[in-house]
């Protein structure tokens, strides 16, 4: 899916124009201090630079969340299993062999696990079949104290 950037700052010589487009730099540690730097393609074949402030940047993020729910088949309520962590983060109890609940999508695609448990980006995930029982750290540790009482009875 080819992203567009709108341009709506007035005083641009190309106010109102769309193009293909891509993010080239996102400060995502100062989001809201520094601009993130986009590159227009224009029809010529040449290229232009443009700061977020000036472009519909909801229009732009709106494609964004299009494209990661595309990708990968999911929509808000879909309940995954990610197959290959990405970029993001994760809580420290986050586990990957668990299924987890999509709970949001932000503006550059990221998509919100567990009412905030992990924010994931370029991850590789498919929808959650039930192949793999549900365990929540609770069960898990229980589990495993189970089995070591278990073993030491029978050594």
Not at 3 to 25: M, N, Q, V, W
Not at 103 to 119: M, R
Request: charged fraction near 25%.
């Amino acid at each position: 899916m080819e992203k567009t950037s709108l341009i709506t700052d007035k005083s641009h010589r190309f106010f109102g124009c769309r193009f293909p487009a891509e993010c080239i730099y996102k400060d995502s540690t100062f989001p809201e201090y520094v601009a993130d730097l986009f590159l227009c393609q224009l029809p010529d074949g040449t290229s232009i630079r443009v700061l977020s402030k000036q472009i519909d940047i909801g229009d732009w993020q709106a494609q964004c969340i299009a494209e990661t729910k595309i990708k990968y088949g999911i929509e808000l309520g879909s309940i995954i299993m990610i197959t290959k962590i990405g970029s993001g983060f994760y809580d420290k109890n986050f586990d990957t062999n668990q299924p987890h609940l999509v709970t949001d999508f932000l503006g550059d695609g990221s998509i919100v696990c567990d009412y905030g448990k992990a924010q994931i980006y370029n991850a590789e995930m498919e929808i959650y079949t039930g192949e793999v029982p549900i365990q929540t750290y609770f069960t898990k540790t229980i589990a495993q104290t189970l089995t070591d009482i278990f073993r030491s009875k029978n050594k």
